[in-house]
């Protein structure tokens, strides 16, 4: 220590101010002070320091402490510094030190390097009853310079206490220093004066103080850490026209005492980490204040990170204030972390200045240190053990929904300085904030750097500069929907994301309210939250102006069902609305695979359904599931799922079930059996195995059907030509309906019909009738699966996206019944002529039948209710049948016969229905769904016929029938009875 013109005091007694403040030649200066170490250092008392290098002029020193147990009159007054006269100046301090250092005790700072132009010093603790009053710095006159001031080391440093700084750096004009017992929550304002919160200076610094603050620079390589309230890490401080750091007072401050002088620069820069726990500490502080004056650069440069997460603490300050010109304020951030506190704690503060520069290349937020969160599960075991390592927790894989209300109000604050915030990665770092901003006045900006992200919670407040963004912009995160207000517009460029949260069930997304004007190129991708309401369009961002420069939206996967666009409203809104195709053009669209007619009947009703109502619909969720699909192909086979093919179809399986019948009911109405002419007649027939299937080709829906037929019947003659009969009989259905060899719906039934049969023959010629009908009950399950859509409920704190998660989807299948009814009538003419041996029978077939099909769903929202359609059908078959009989006694004979033949009917079935859960839609939407018959279907059987004692006669046949998409194969056998 060098003092020039003053006094040293030791603790606890107070000496006076040596020098007449009316002598104008008082003047005496500070040396130069160097101080080398290489070692460790510990300190075990209140107020020991580590290292203490200091140069006074015009008197000063290390002040003591004055206190007392009483109340009264009496006081304490301690004053440190040159009185009067010109005082003199601080010489240059320069510490070079290595080695860790560790001190125990309130103010026991671990390096104090200071120089003090017109007197000043440390002071001492002013405490008790007694009224105490505690004076640092010159008192009038011309005061002094303070000298450079130098700190470079390497080295640990740990504190443990109040107000216990790690490193001071101190260069003071015009009186000043340390004040006694610590430091408040630094604050001041552009001009120089007490603080941001009104706070008042924690020193006296006496009117008329005089003189420049030198040069202050800290080069710090070694982990820091403190744990007391106001314990700072780093702090460098130029100040002119006197001031310097406060004590413990409740509204301690840093800064200018007001006077006359300029402030010069104060550099430092840290190495390595910095973590300051307690309440109202600094990480890293630097300052160039003065009164009446200039004010001068600040670089701070955190190689590390910086964490600070007491309440009201701060990572990074800087500061440049006077009433004169102002330097610029620079801050660089290049560690991993950059943590501000809890409360009023901020990540990054800078205040005053003239063209200030923030570069962030951290993870930067204000939170504290004792969050409550969520994790992953599979996050949790690793988790447990990063909470076991040392050092400061960061819970990067904590989900930042979660989060949200533990961050401080602000994360970076700016005053009246021109404030430029770049956020950009270096190396392995994140370059990500996380909080909300406030940059004060001034010409302001915020660069959000490629590959860099920026995450605003309420508010980014740039006075009415520009937020610039060519990286990923979020508010909230993914997976949270919110608005965030920024003062200022808004650019987004080429390279630039903003990911935009989608809520359908409450139509909101997530939005930018600026206060000037917005210009978006880039990207805005889209992930989905909810989906039980259709897209309608959104504003996105509103300002004084807008530009669509050509952003872009993109949905997490492919969506072949959406065509998201933005456009421009009123010249001040981004909107986002979506400008999609039909269902029924993307159904067609080669790329589906699909060329079911009865496809594109289900992409029409879609359409129907979806333009009905909206955003409210009934069918929102399985609309927006199937425009999610990737590409045609995915929809059209989910369209195919989706139709009820079987419904329409069942008109199908009854009607041939009919056929069948008929056949068998005319098993004695043929051609009279040999030597048994009489024309009466019981039978009874059985169809073990009767296949049908249907294939229209590539891109079509398939059938294949197993009926199985049993009947009974008689008839008797009642005249000379007519004979009257009955017939009964029962078919099990077996249906299945697939695409592409899956599996879309399987059916099973039963169905009985009856029938009043009679024939009018005259010689060769005959006419036979039928009229009758049958009801039927069928039960099956479909596939309606459609593959599911997912969204990213959230990021981590560290932006890493939580696994995607499926949006609710509409359910896999439905089971599904169904009644039918059935009513007709045929009438068959021919004749039969005997050829010898042989027989010939031509025949004209003419049948008209009213069919009804009726059903229900259950199961999922794509379950149908098909409240009964009917068709009337009609067909005319003209045939041909040759046999013979073969004589194997007097009493038995075997008949062989083949026929062939041509069905002509009309070309579809139709069903009507609707998805039971869009029943009451406005103007009542329908699918209606049909399925082509062949026509003509070509007709051909075969047979043997044993006939033998006493009119028993047995037979098995052949009936196929063959059209351009249909087989049908059916084997029976029956036993009669003629008398």
Same mark, same amino acid.
């Given at each position: 220590?060098?003092?020039?013109?003053?006094?040293?005091?030791?603790?606890?007694?107070?000496?006076?101010?040596?020098?007449?403040?009316?002598?104008?030649?008082?003047?005496?200066?500070?040396?130069?002070?160097?101080?080398?170490?290489?070692?460790?250092?510990? @300190?075990?008392?209140?107020?020991?320091?580590?290292?203490?290098? %200091? *140069?006074? !002029? #015009? &008197? =000063? +020193?290390? $002040? /003591?402490?004055?206190?007392?147990?009483?109340?009264?009159?009496?006081?304490?007054?301690?004053?440190?510094?040159?009185?009067?006269?010109?005082?003199?100046?601080?010489?240059?301090?320069?510490?070079?030190?290595?080695?860790?250092?560790? @001190?125990?005790?309130?103010?026991?700072?671990?390096?104090?390097? %200071? *120089?003090? !132009? #017109? &007197? =000043? +010093?440390? $002071? /001492?603790?002013?405490?008790?009853?007694?009224?105490?009053?505690?004076?640092?710095?010159?008192?009038?006159?011309?005061?002094?310079?303070?000298?450079?001031?130098?700190?470079?080391?390497?080295?640990?440093?740990?504190?443990?206490?109040?107000?216990?700084?790690?490193?001071?750096?101190?260069?003071?004009?015009?009186?000043? !220093?340390? &004040? =006694?017992?610590?430091? /408040?929550?630094?604050?001041?304002?552009?001009?120089?004066?007490?603080?941001?919160?009104?706070?008042?200076?924690?020193?006296?610094?006496?009117?008329?103080?005089?003189?420049?603050?030198?040069?202050?620079?800290?080069?710090?390589?070694?982990?820091?850490?403190?744990?007391?309230?106001?314990?700072?890490?780093?702090?460098?401080?130029?100040? =002119?026209?006197?001031? /310097?750091?406060?004590?413990?007072?409740?509204?301690?401050?840093?800064?200018?005492?007001?006077?006359?002088?300029?402030?010069?620069?104060?550099?430092?820069?840290?190495?390595?980490?910095?973590?300051?726990?307690?309440?109202?500490?600094?990480?890293?502080?630097?300052?160039?204040?003065?009164?009446?004056?200039?004010?001068?650069?600040?670089?701070?440069?955190?190689?590390?990170?910086?964490?600070?997460?007491?309440?009201?603490?701060?990572?990074?300050?800087?500061?440049?204030?006077?009433?004169?010109?102002?330097?610029?304020?620079?801050?660089?951030?290049?560690?991993?972390?950059?943590?501000?506190?809890?409360?009023?704690?901020?990540?990054?503060?800078?205040?005053?200045?003239?063209?200030?520069?923030?570069?962030?290349?951290?993870?930067?937020?204000?939170?504290?240190?004792?969050?409550?969160?969520?994790?992953?599960?599979?996050?949790?075991?690793?988790?447990?053990?990063?909470?076991?390592?040392?050092?400061?927790?960061?819970?990067?894989?904590?989900?930042?929904?979660?989060?949200?209300?533990?961050?401080?109000?602000?994360?970076?604050?700016?005053?009246?300085?021109?404030?430029?915030?770049?956020?950009?990665?270096?190396?392995?770092?994140?370059?990500?904030?996380?909080?909300?901003?406030?940059?004060?006045?001034?010409?302001?900006?915020?660069?959000?750097?490629?590959?860099?992200?920026?995450?605003?919670?309420?508010?980014?407040?740039?006075?009415?500069?520009?937020?610039?963004?060519?990286?990923?912009?979020?508010?909230?995160?993914?997976?949270?929907?919110?608005?965030?207000?920024?003062?200022?517009?808004?650019?987004?460029?080429?390279?630039?994301?903003?990911?935009?949260?989608?809520?359908?069930?409450?139509?909101?997304?997530?939005?930018?309210?600026?206060?000037?004007?917005?210009?978006?190129?880039?990207?805005?991708?889209?992930?989905?939250?909810?989906?039980?309401?259709?897209?309608?369009?959104?504003?996105?961002?509103?300002?004084?102006?807008?530009?669509?420069?050509?952003?872009?939206?993109?949905?997490?996967?492919?969506?072949?069902?959406?065509?998201?666009?933005?456009?421009?409203?009123?010249?001040?809104?981004?909107?986002?609305?979506?400008?999609?195709?039909?269902?029924?053009?993307?159904?067609?669209?080669?790329?589906?695979?699909?060329?079911?007619?009865?496809?594109?009947?289900?992409?029409?009703?879609?359409?129907?359904?979806?333009?009905?109502?909206?955003?409210?619909?009934?069918?929102?969720?399985?609309?927006?599931?199937?425009?999610?699909?990737?590409?045609?192909?995915?929809?059209?086979?989910?369209?195919?799922?989706?139709?009820?093919?079987?419904?329409?179809?069942?008109?199908?399986?009854?009607?041939?079930?009919?056929?069948?019948?008929?056949?068998?009911?005319?098993?004695?109405?043929?051609?009279?059996?040999?030597?048994?002419?009489?024309?009466?007649?019981?039978?009874?027939?059985?169809?073990?195995?009767?296949?049908?299937?249907?294939?229209?080709?590539?891109?079509?829906?398939?059938?294949?059907?197993?009926?199985?037929?049993?009947?009974?019947?008689?008839?008797?003659?009642?005249?000379?030509?007519?004979?009257?009969?009955?017939?009964?009989?029962?078919?099990?259905?077996?249906?299945?309906?697939?695409?592409?060899?899956?599996?879309?719906?399987?059916?099973?039934?039963?169905?009985?019909?009856?029938?009043?049969?009679?024939?009018?023959?005259?010689?060769?010629?005959?006419?036979?009738?039928?009229?009758?009908?049958?009801?039927?009950?069928?039960?099956?399950?479909?596939?309606?699966?459609?593959?599911?859509?997912?969204?990213?409920?959230?990021?981590?704190?560290?932006?890493?996206?939580?696994?995607?998660?499926?949006?609710?989807?509409?359910?896999?299948?439905?089971?599904?019944?169904?009644?039918?009814?059935?009513?007709?009538?045929?009438?068959?003419?021919?004749?039969?002529?005997?050829?010898?041996?042989?027989?010939?029978?031509?025949?004209?077939?003419?049948?008209?039948?009213?069919?009804?099909?009726?059903?229900?769903?259950?199961?999922?929202?794509?379950?149908?209710?098909?409240?009964?359609?009917?068709?009337?059908?009609?067909?005319?078959?003209?045939?041909?049948?040759?046999?013979?009989?073969?004589?194997?006694?007097?009493?038995?004979?075997?008949?062989?016969?083949?026929?062939?033949?041509?069905?002509?009917?009309?070309?579809?079935?139709?069903?009507?229905?609707?998805?039971?859960?869009?029943?009451?839609?406005?103007?009542?939407?329908?699918?209606?769904?049909?399925?082509?018959?062949?026509?003509?279907?070509?007709?051909?059987?075969?047979?043997?016929?044993?006939?033998?004692?006493?009119?028993?006669?047995?037979?098995?046949?052949?009936?196929?029938?063959?059209?351009?998409?249909?087989?049908?194969?059916?084997?029976?056998?029956?036993?009669?009875?003629?008398?």
């Amino acid at each position: 220590m060098t003092i020039g013109g003053g006094a040293s005091i030791p603790n606890g007694i107070p000496i006076p101010v040596v020098g007449d403040p009316n002598d104008p030649d008082n003047e005496a200066d500070g040396g130069k002070v160097t101080v080398t170490n290489d070692g460790e250092i510990i @300190t075990h008392k209140d107020g020991s320091y580590g290292i203490f290098a %200091q *140069s006074i !002029g #015009g &008197g =000063g +020193g290390y $002040g /003591g402490t004055v206190s007392s147990d009483f109340a009264g009159s009496d006081s304490f007054a301690l004053s440190l510094g040159g009185k009067g006269g010109n005082g003199g100046d601080g010489g240059d301090v320069r510490v070079e030190v290595s080695g860790s250092i560790e @001190t125990f005790g309130a103010r026991a700072h671990g390096v104090v390097a %200071q *120089s003090v !132009g #017109g &007197g =000043g +010093g440390v $002071g /001492g603790d002013a405490k008790g009853k007694t009224s105490n009053a505690l004076g640092i710095g010159g008192l009038g006159g011309n005061g002094g310079d303070g000298g450079d001031v130098t700190v470079i080391r390497t080295g640990t440093i740990t504190t443990h206490g109040v107000d216990a700084v790690a490193i001071i750096a101190q260069s003071v004009g015009g009186g000043g !220093g340390i &004040g =006694g017992a610590g430091f /408040g929550r630094f604050g001041a304002t552009a001009d120089g004066g007490s603080g941001i919160d009104n706070n008042t200076i924690g020193f006296n610094t006496f009117a008329g103080a005089k003189g420049n603050g030198g040069t202050v620079t800290i080069q710090q390589d070694g982990e820091i850490v403190t744990d007391g309230e106001r314990a700072h890490g780093i702090v460098a401080q130029a100040v =002119g026209g006197g001031g /310097g750091l406060a004590g413990t007072l409740s509204a301690g401050a840093a800064g200018s005492g007001g006077g006359i002088g300029d402030a010069a620069a104060a550099t430092a820069t840290a190495m390595s980490q910095v973590w300051v726990k307690g309440a109202s500490s600094y990480a890293m502080f630097g300052q160039s204040a003065t009164g009446i004056g200039d004010a001068h650069a600040v670089t701070l440069t955190a190689g590390d990170s910086l964490f600070a997460q007491g309440a009201g603490s701060v990572a990074a300050y800087g500061e440049s204030t006077a009433n004169g010109a102002k330097g610029n304020i620079t801050i660089n951030l290049n560690g991993h972390y950059t943590i501000g506190g809890a409360g009023t704690g901020v990540a990054a503060m800078l205040v005053g200045g003239a063209n200030n520069a923030l570069t962030n290349h951290s993870l930067l937020y204000a939170m504290g240190a004792t969050p409550t969160f969520e994790i992953q599960a599979a996050d949790i075991q690793a988790f447990q053990t990063f909470l076991l390592a040392p050092g400061p927790v960061v819970p990067t894989n904590a989900i930042l929904e979660s989060l949200l209300d533990d961050f401080s109000p602000l994360a970076i604050t700016g005053t009246s300085g021109d404030d430029h915030v770049d956020n950009s990665r270096l190396g392995d770092t994140l370059g990500r904030v996380i909080g909300n901003i406030d940059l004060g006045g001034g010409d302001n900006s915020f660069h959000n750097f490629a590959d860099a992200s920026m995450v605003g919670l309420k508010t980014i407040d740039l006075g009415g500069g520009l937020f610039t963004n060519d990286g990923l912009y979020t508010n909230q995160g993914i997976g949270v929907v919110a608005k965030v207000d920024v003062g200022g517009g808004f650019k987004q460029n080429l390279s630039g994301d903003f990911v935009t949260d989608v809520d359908l069930n409450n139509q909101i997304t997530d939005a930018l309210a600026l206060t000037a004007a917005g210009d978006f190129n880039g990207e805005a991708p889209l992930n989905f939250l909810s989906i039980d309401k259709l897209f309608t369009e959104y504003v996105v961002a509103n300002g004084s102006g807008m530009t669509d420069s050509g952003i872009a939206a993109k949905t997490l996967h492919p969506a072949v069902g959406f065509n998201f666009q933005f456009r421009v409203d009123g010249g001040t809104d981004l909107v986002l609305y979506a400008d999609n195709p039909t269902f029924l053009e993307l159904a067609q669209d080669p790329g589906s695979g699909t060329t079911d007619p009865g496809v594109f009947q289900m992409a029409q009703y879609l359409d129907d359904v979806e333009a009905a109502s909206t955003p409210d619909n009934p069918m929102a969720r399985l609309i927006n599931m199937l425009r999610f699909l990737p590409n045609e192909e995915e929809l059209g086979a989910a369209l195919t799922r989706l139709t009820p093919h079987y419904a329409v179809h069942t008109f199908n399986m009854i009607n041939r079930e009919a056929d069948m019948m008929l056949e068998a009911a005319r098993e004695c109405t043929g051609v009279p059996a040999y030597k048994n002419p009489d024309g009466r007649c019981v039978w009874a027939t059985i169809s073990p195995q009767a296949e049908y299937s249907r294939d229209a080709g590539a891109g079509t829906t398939s059938r294949d059907d197993v009926l199985k037929t049993m009947s009974l019947g008689g008839i008797g003659e009642i005249g000379q030509n007519w004979s009257l009969g009955a017939t009964i009989g029962r078919t099990e259905f077996d249906s299945k309906i697939g695409f592409n060899g899956d599996l879309l719906s399987e059916t099973t039934g039963e169905a009985w019909q009856a029938y009043a049969l009679a024939k009018y023959t005259n010689k060769n010629y005959f006419v036979d009738f039928a009229l009758g009908g049958g009801t039927g009950s069928f039960k099956g399950e479909r596939d309606t699966h459609i593959d599911p859509a997912f969204y990213i409920p959230g990021e981590t704190l560290a932006g890493d996206y939580l696994d995607e998660v499926m949006l609710p989807g509409i359910g896999s299948s439905v089971t599904y019944t169904q009644k039918t009814a059935m009513f007709g009538g045929s009438a068959r003419l021919g004749f039969t002529r005997e050829m010898g041996a042989f027989y010939l029978q031509p025949t004209v077939q003419f049948d008209a039948r009213w069919l009804r099909v009726s059903g229900t769903e259950e199961g999922s929202v794509a379950a149908f209710n098909f409240d009964g359609s009917a068709n009337t059908y009609y067909s005319a078959t003209p045939a041909i049948e040759i046999g013979t009989d073969i004589a194997l006694s007097d009493i038995a004979s075997l008949r062989v016969y083949g026929k062939a033949g041509a069905e002509f009917s009309n070309k579809e079935w139709e069903i009507e229905g609707r998805f039971a859960a869009a029943e009451n839609l406005p103007g009542n939407p329908a699918l209606h769904l049909t399925e082509a018959v062949d026509s003509p279907l070509y007709r051909v059987g075969a047979g043997l016929e044993l006939n033998g004692v006493n009119g028993v006669g047995m037979s098995v046949r052949y009936n196929g029938a063959f059209g351009e998409t249909v087989k049908q194969n059916a084997i029976s056998a029956s036993l009669k009875v003629s008398f």
